[in-house]
T-cell receptor, first 119, second 115 residues
Framework: AQKITQTQPGMFVQEKEAVTLDCTYDTSDPSYGLFWYKQPSSGEMIFLIYQGSYDQQNATEGRYSLNFQKARKSANLVISASQLGDSAMYFCAMREGRGSGGSNYKLTFGKGTLLTVNP | EAGVAQSPRYKIIEKRQSVAFWCNPISGHATLYWYQQILGQGPKLLIQFQNNGVVDDSQLPKDRFSAERLKGVDSTLKIQPAKLEDSAVYLC?????????????FGDGTRLSIL
């Protein structure tokens, strides 16, 4: 079974509008972390935001916020006031697992959503 | 702070040849990762180092791929011999440690094309 599912291969949004990118995850580990990364066409992966499974509040970082619904196992990324520079691939990722001494936290990525911001 | 450095940026080789990639992590980062990203997919972890020890190499095709991290800083990833299906972007990442909330920081990647 897929651990991270991103159901939107592509999304379009008008500049200055908000957009939500979907992410659902599957884990039986009670302790896990969820990450969103942005990958522009140049190829680098840029860390955007983190949400821990025990965090009581939704994470926010500037124009990025994470709509965390634990019971539904979803961690959607909301980008407010979209800018042309937001056009990129967006990946949701999860870190779970317990190795000895906590040294085995794998990061598993979804397949990504390609966001295009139109002027 | 300087980011994760990778080289080369691009590499084109023929199948059955060998190739090596280099990565220099962010200073002070104990954990280093190599990922393979095939076109249209998310990155897949190949190997994880904690200092100079291997933590996880369960998805590394060990018959052709090898990696080392001497002295717990720089790392090299080698493919020998290369196959057509190895065409991908190879990403190196590092993190301060392995706590759940410590993000991985990625380099620009090496885009490998196998002819």
């Amino acid at each position: 079974a897929q651990k991270i599912t991103q159901t939107q291969p592509g999304m379009f949004v008008q500049e200055k509008e908000a957009v939500t990118l979907d992410c659902t995850y599957d884990t039986s580990d009670p302790s896990y972390g969820l990450f969103w990364y942005k990958q522009p066409s140049s190829g680098e992966m840029i860390f955007l935001i983190y949400q821990g499974s025990y965090d009581q509040q939704n994470a926010t970082e500037g124009r990025y916020s994470l709509n965390f619904q634990k019971a539904r196992k979803s961690a959607n990324l909301v980008i407010s006031a979209s800018q042309l520079g937001d056009s990129a691939m967006y990946f949701c990722a999860m870190r779970e697992g317990r190795g000895s001494g906590g040294s085995n936290y794998k990061l598993t990525f979804g397949k990504g959503t390609l966001l295009t911001v139109n002027p | 702070e300087a980011g994760v450095a990778q080289s080369p940026r691009y590499k084109i080789i023929e199948k059955r040849q060998s190739v090596a990639f280099w990565c220099n992590p962010i200073s002070g980062h104990a954990t280093l990762y190599w990922y393979q990203q095939i076109l249209g997919q998310g990155p897949k972890l190949l190997i994880q180092f904690q200092n100079n020890g291997v933590v996880d190499d369960s998805q590394l095709p060990k018959d052709r791929f090898s990696a080392e991290r001497l002295k717990g800083v720089d790392s090299t990833l080698k493919i020998q011999p290369a196959k057509l299906e190895d065409s991908a972007v190879y990403l190196c990442a590092s993190s301060l440690g392995v706590l759940r909330n410590q993000p991985q920081h990625f380099g620009d990647g090496t885009r490998l094309s196998i002819l």
